[in-house]
């Protein structure tokens, strides 16, 4: 039964750009492995994956475009599989985590994050990953995000 990840915790990046995750958050993670996909979420956000379910969802996102540009759906709309096909290359990176959950941010990561060393950094459940946020960009989205709170709990439960 996949079970939602859900935690909010203040870490701090060392001067490495390192930080140790949550022990229960970790583990959501990594299940017993070391490899994880680290993805560029939205500016001051990263994500990171469990690497076979960012696999597996990648995989099935990439053979549906290829038989539609097979079967000739996408034709006239090269700029935008191009588009597609340059943040597929950038948005995302396999990362290791070492003993305790600690994860090195790469660089490229790094300036997506917003957060230098030695600085605090969010770590938040998202249900299916686990979010790292600039804390300033965090507080922002929840203040936007919690008022319809209520509403998306209903829609989802319904």
């Not at 960009?137 to 203040?143: E, F, H, L, R, T």
Request: glycine share 8%.
């Amino acid at each position: 039964m996949a079970r939602l990840i859900l935690a909010e915790a203040t870490r701090t990046l060392d001067e490495r750009y390192r930080l140790s995750l949550p022990p229960d958050l970790a583990e959501a993670i990594a299940r017993d492995q070391s490899e994880c996909i680290l993805a560029k979420e939205r500016p001051g956000c990263l994500s990171l994956w469990n690497n076979a379910a960012w696999q597996n969802r990648l995989d099935a996102g990439i053979r549906l475009v290829e038989s539609k540009i097979e079967a000739g759906r996408l034709e006239g709309r090269v700029e935008e599989v191009q588009r597609l096909g340059r943040l597929l290359s950038t948005r995302h990176t396999k990362v290791q985590l070492a003993g305790r959950g600690r994860l090195m941010i790469p660089e490229g990561f790094r300036e997506f994050l917003g957060a230098e060393a030695g600085s605090a950094v969010m770590v938040v459940g998202a249900a299916v990953c686990v979010e790292i946020w600039h804390p300033e960009k965090w507080q922002s989205y929840v203040g936007d995000e919690l008022p319809a709170f209520r509403q998306l709990l209903d829609q989802l439960t319904s």
